[in-house]
């Protein structure tokens, strides 16, 4: 899909003022902010490579707390699951720096829900769609 594309299928995407790179290469080259998913807000991400569209990165905007990211990535996976079916990769880890990731292919598309958190730092919660012939 072409920027272009994406600009129509998502008027409110502006560019933005910072861009971002990814280890793979491909450019942020459009932001939404305000993208709801249930009770929360998000800001969409979209990455290009090669201009095509790479990746789609939904980050989310509210704050919370590292538990209530907990609770959330919980209750977005088991919505993935009841959708999607069981996921083709799960990971989580504990310590200082703790956190869930889940991972599922779908129709040429590879979709992570992940978080991490960290004593101290406000927490990270991404979905992460990507394409699986572009990685």
């Known amino acids: 899909m072409s920027g272009e594309t994406v600009r129509k299928l998502n008027p ?8 971002s790179t990814l280890q793979t290469g491909a450019k942020e080259v459009l932001e939404q902010y305000g993208v709801p998913i249930g009770h929360n807000t998000f800001t969409a991400r979209f990455y290009f490579k090669e201009a095509k569209l790479h990746q789609i990165t939904l980050e989310l905007q509210d704050n919370l707390s590292p538990e209530e ?17 069981k996921e083709g990769s799960l990971r989580s ?6 956190g869930k990731a889940a991972t599922w292919a779908i129709d040429g598309k590879e979709m992570t829900l992940f978080f991490l958190a960290k004593e101290g730092l ?8 990507q394409s699986q012939s572009q990685k």
């Not at 409110?12 to 861009?19: I, S």
């Not at 406000?122 to 769609?129: E, L, R």
């Open 93 to 98: 880890g504990s310590g200082q720096v703790w």
């Open 12 to 19: 409110a995407a502006t560019t933005p003022a910072t861009p």
């Open 69 to 85: 990211v907990a609770r959330l990535w919980d209750e977005l996976y088991a919505l993935n699951v009841a959708q999607y079916g």
């Open 122 to 129: 406000k927490p990270i919660m991404n979905i992460v769609y």
